[in-house]
């Protein structure tokens, strides 16, 4: 499983930088552009910060946060081997999204944001929405699904009745 997980997160990435070159091929020159009126403008932007461009021209230090959350996650992949394909699903998407972005940052110094919808303020982009669901699936994973946020005490309990 986290051979697939990590080929899915690479295809994610990959995903998400072909439709950042057509973006910024088509999308820059224009500015921005209405596909549904009131909800959906692609709207280019660079983001030189993190969400909602907070902590501008942090590019490095972004980057070194990026590397070192992605290795952490792989590295619990591998040695915990959760058993769980949610686990797996959100850990693909964070880490695709995350490299998706972390390409940009290295290569531009700015991550290329193009998704504007109307009832959510900032303009995002695939990877972004990669990493915010991929979060919230391994936040309900950890709190619906593994015994990790428990105490000790609760967990011997639970043992012992099981027995």
Do not use: H
Request: proline content about 3%; some cysteine.
């Amino acid at each position: 499983m986290p051979i697939i997980a990590l080929i899915i997160g690479i295809a994610i990435a990959a995903v998400d930088q072909i439709i950042k070159y057509f973006i910024s091929i088509y999308l820059q020159p224009v500015g921005s552009i209405t596909v549904i009126d009131n909800l959906l403008n692609l709207t280019y932007v660079e983001n030189r910060g993190v969400a909602f461009g907070m902590f501008s021209d942090m590019r490095w230090i972004f980057v070194a946060v990026t590397v070192i959350l992605i290795i952490a996650v792989v590295a619990v992949m591998f040695v915990k081997r959760p058993k769980s394909k949610m686990f797996y699903l959100s850990v693909a998407l964070i880490v695709g999204g995350g490299i998706g972005n972390l390409i940009d940052r290295i290569f531009y110094g700015y991550v290329i944001d193009y998704l504007s919808l109307s009832f959510f303020p900032p303009v995002c982009n695939f990877a972004d929405y990669c990493i915010t669901i991929g979060t919230i699936l391994l936040i309900i994973y950890l709190f619906f699904f593994t015994d990790i946020l428990s105490s000790d005490k609760n967990k011997k309990k639970k043992e012992n009745v099981e027995l």
